[in-house]
């Protein structure tokens, strides 16, 4: 399995051989330093531990530093499990050279939070008909069936108004458009979840 943190810039466009326009997202990967090996033996699974980015060493915990000693200060840190035991070992470092151009790649990220918004928009409802007398509830989501369906109280997992974003989302099957290892950037074709600034997991 490969697998790698970055923080996504922005979205762009680049032409493909054909001359057609193919909306890609940049990722800006500093290379990934293994800070930590799970094994079976001593911890009942295998998992190999990441550190991504960079941070002031005055802004790490002494349990952070005793834990990475002297690999670095990173940002943060993260684990991914293996069905089989790790081949890397700690302080080897993994770039964006492990993925190749014309690769499809799993994108895992935070999703911009959106805060509290209606049933139209946070469920795509079509909301009521603009005729037939309807002044203010054009948006509004309708009958929630509260007596007939439940029994006089709203169903769990009610398509209703509330906190919308803000959740972990993992897109499939996008194509690594190209990879441009002197920056540390890596092309991903089509949108991947998060703001600029999220820390993505892509994985292949």
Not at 128 to 157: D, F, N
């Amino acid at each position: 399995m490969k697998f790698l943190l970055g923080t996504k810039v922005n979205m762009t466009q680049v032409w493909d051989e054909r001359g057609n326009a193919r909306p890609v997202t940049i990722v800006s990967v500093t290379p990934n330093v293994v800070t930590h090996l799970r094994t079976v033996e001593k911890d009942g699974y295998s998992a190999v531990q990441l550190g991504y980015g960079t941070r002031k060493a005055k802004n790490v915990n002494k349990a952070t530093k005793g834990h990475v000693k002297e690999l670095g200060s990173f940002a943060g840190l993260r684990e991914w499990r293996l069905d089989v035991p790790a081949t890397q070992a700690v302080g080897d470092k993994i770039g964006v050279d492990i993925f190749e151009k014309g690769e499809f790649v799993t994108v895992s990220g935070i999703s911009k939070g959106r805060g509290f918004q209606g049933a139209v928009k946070r469920h795509g409802f079509h909301g009521g008909s603009r005729t037939h007398g309807q002044k203010h509830s054009e948006r509004e989501p309708g009958a929630i069936g509260g007596a007939a369906r439940a029994g006089g109280r709203v169903a769990k997992g009610m398509r209703m108004a509330g906190r919308m974003g803000g959740d972990r989302v993992t897109v499939t099957n996008l194509k690594v458009v190209d990879i441009i290892p002197e920056e540390n950037l890596i092309l991903i074709e089509g949108a991947v979840p998060g703001r600029r600034g999220t820390v993505v997991e892509i994985k292949a």
